[in-house]
Structures are given as C-alpha cells and as structure tokens.
C-alpha cells in the first residue's frame, strides 16, 4: 500500500540531545560523543569495546563465582552464550511459537477496551509485552501480580542505593525486596517446576548451563527489562504517531502485515526507546568521523552513541531524515529501524518480537470503530539512558455501549 517515497510526520519525543552535525567529539565532561551512523556502527561491532553503564558497576562488584547476565558479558563467553539462545528468537520460532501468544493477550486486551469504552495504553501494552516475554523466558508459572512486582522492579523514578543516607538506605531496602518479590513470586516457581521437566524455554536452557537461581533471576529480569519494559513504551509511541498523523494511520489500516512492519520499524528509527548506547573502549579506536582524517579515541574511554542522532544521518538514512517514509532507501547494510535494537555482539535478540507483538496489538486496536485518543500521553525520561516513558496515555470509543446495558437493551 502507498509508495516507499510517501512522507508522513516528524518526531513526538524531543530528548534535546542535537548536535553540531560533528559525528564524533569528545563531550566536555571527557566522555565521547557519536551521533555518526556508520561510526556508531563501528564502536558497536568492534572487539576493542565493552559495555558501559547499564548498572554494570553494580553488577562488577558481585562476587566472581557468579555469573554475569548476557549483557554485562563480553567475548567469546557472550558470544557462545548468544550463540546458544539464538534459537529462541529466530523470525520461524517467533511466527510458529510466540505469535499464538500475541494473538491471545491482544485480543484479551483489546477485549477490555471493547466492554468498558475505554483503556490505558500503558497497562494495555505492559500486560501483552510481560506475557510475550515469559512465554520466551519460561515465566509460566508465576503467581498473580507478576505485573504489579515488575512495576515495583522498574519504577518511574529510580533513586540511588547507598549507605551514608536515609535516601539511600531506603533504596537499598526496597530495591533488595522488590528482587526477593520477583524471585519468590515468578523465578523460583519456574525453575522448580522445570527442574523437575526441562521445557524449550531459556530458564530451561539456563538450568542445563549448571545456573543457579540466583542467576537464573539476573538473567529474567535483564529479559525483563529488554522484553518488557521497552516494548510497551513503543506501543505507546507507535501509537500516538497513529492518533496524531491520520495520513499515517489510513495507510496502517490499509495495509498488509509486511507494509504496516515497514511503518513502524520507521517509527522505531525516528523514536528509538533507549537513546543512549554507552561502551568502554579496551583498545585505541579509530573512527573516521566524517571526514579525511580519522579520530582515534584512546583505551579506557567512555563512548556514548546517540541514537536518535544516528538513526537521523543523512549519510545513511537518506533526505528527509526526520520525517516517517516507511521503505526509505537506506545506505547498504543499514537495517530499516537504524540502530535502535543496537549492532554487534549485543544487538537485541528479541527485535523481530517487539516489533510483531507491536503490529499484533496496534492493528487489531486501530480496527475498533470509534477509537479516539482521550489525552495525550504524559512524556517522562530517564536520563541514564535516554530512554522515553510515556503514561496517562488514554484511549476511548466514541460510540460505545458497555455490555450490561447492552443486555439490557439501553443506552449508557
């Protein structure tokens, strides 16, 4: 439907982070900055790279008979691990395994919106991505509230552990409770129950890796908070852009399930979730940085790529960088998302999932008459990150008549 030139809107989320068009600079708190795509792309598939932030300095001071989630790991370690797990998320497994799934939780959901006449997307879409996501992880036997002990796990607003104040006692003690509650609540049910019949899932795969449960819970909540936590705020997003651009949404509608993926990994590259992708250098590393002369950033640096700066250079993505043009011609070996699910050794396993589960549920949302966007979603950050949350976001039909009045044969 439409053609691949077609032009639809600009940008809803405004970080602030625009730069001087340098692709890459050393940022005045000493901290490198890339907002080049192919150089981005460089830092990321590069082996003189570890990763930074994420909490990784938490999870370094662990003791070293533990193990390490996969996205604090680097090396051959990850890349056996990777290796490994791959199978869980290949685009056959997906379609045949996980879209049943989708399908289901979608229709419930939806189902909600159809009976009260009205919905909080938020809730709509963190109930759809935590049922995806334990389906992949092997979450299944967990006990009511998953969803409540996820929101307590990943608050609005994070505060800083520590020892030295009230503040930070506070956050330490409600930070260790929340990881007890999701452990007795959702991970220890499961592995018990797959230590007695292993299952094609990853806490199965996890137990023949010889992991403890402690592990096992690092591992959950790492998937969690990539599975979960990012794929509701682009069902969020998506879906304002839809509300807000009726062009835009007339062609979603029309469209085939290939033509309405193209529209919103577009979205994606215009609205990346995260960013903010933070690696340590291990080895001097040369980039070109956009011109003649290359620019060589020393070992033991920190490099911050800016996302949505280069999923927005013209190099790579073409004219009318800020602007929705579901099929634009990328340079060669550029993905349609950009950089969004990130490049290397730690792209995102799970990309072909999110964006399904996306298109399951927007499409079927968007098929009901009379949907209207009640107000506009309340835009947060979190800034570690560079990460978009976006809350209050409601919808409602305009025609709609609740079920018991329906029965009865009345209007509301």
């Known amino acids: 439907m439409g053609g691949a030139q077609e032009q639809y809107g600009g940008r809803r989320i405004e970080r602030g982070t625009a730069g001087d068009g340098c692709p890459v600079r050393r ?12 150089e981005a792309r460089a830092v990321l598939r590069t082996t003189a790279t570890v990763q930074a932030g994420l909490g990784i300095e938490t999870v370094e001071k662990l003791p070293s008979g533990i193990r390490r989630p996969v996205l604090y790991r680097d090396g051959p370690e990850h890349r056996e691990h990777r290796r490994q797990t791959a199978r869980f998320f290949t685009p056959r497994r997906v379609d045949e395994r996980y879209r049943e799934v989708m399908v289901r939780v979608a229709e419930a959901q939806i189902a909600t919106v159809r009976d009260t006449g009205r919905g909080r997307l938020a809730d709509l879409s963190f109930h759809l991505a935590i049922e995806v996501a334990a389906a992949v992880i092997g979450l299944t036997e967990s006990r009511p509230g998953i969803r409540r002990r996820l929101e307590r796990f990943f608050p609005e607003k994070f505060g ?7 503040h ?31 299952r094609d899932d990853l806490i199965s795969h996890l137990l023949d890796e010889g992991c403890s449960a402690g592990e096992i819970l690092g591992e959950c909540l790492t998937f969690a908070a990539a599975g979960m936590i990012t794929t509701r705020e682009f069902v969020n ?27 919103l990994h577009e979205i994606l590259r215009l609205e990346p979730v995260v960013g903010r992708l933070r690696r340590r250098t291990t080895a001097p590393l040369e980039l070109r940085g956009g011109g003649d002369d290359a620019v060589t950033v020393p070992a033991g640096e920190l490099v911050d790529i800016l996302l949505d700066s280069t999923n ?12 929705i043009r579901p099929g634009r011609a990328m340079a060669e070996g550029a993905g349609a998302p950009g ?22 549920f927007l499409s079927r949302l968007f098929a009901l008459p009379g949907l209207r966007m009640a107000t506009p979603p309340r835009v947060g950050f ?22 018991d009045h329906r029965a009865a044969g009345e209007t509301p």
């Open 237 to 263: 997003v998506a879906a304002w852009h839809l509300f807000t651009d009726g062009a835009l949404l007339t062609r979603y509608r029309a469209a085939d399930e290939t033509d309405r993926l193209a529209i």
């Open 339 to 360: 950089l969004s699910f990130g490049d290397g050794p730690h792209k995102c396993p799970g990309a072909h999932i999110a964006i399904l589960e996306t298109d399951v």
């Open 382 to 403: 979190k800034d570690e990150i560079g990460s978009y949350e976006l809350r209050d976001f409601t919808v409602f039909l305009t025609d709609h008549t609740s079920s």
């Open 312 to 323: 927005t250079d013209e190099r790579t993505v073409g004219a009318c960088p800020g602007r």
């Open 168 to 198: 930070g006692l506070y956050w330490m003690f409600r930070q260790n409770t929340n990881w007890l509650r999701v452990y007795r609540g959702d991970v220890r049910p499961a592995v018990r129950a797959r230590r007695r019949r292993r």
């Open 27 to 38: 940022g005045p708190d000493g901290v490198w900055q890339v907002r080049g795509y192919e």
């Open 160 to 166: 800083r552990p520590g020892l030295t104040s009230f």
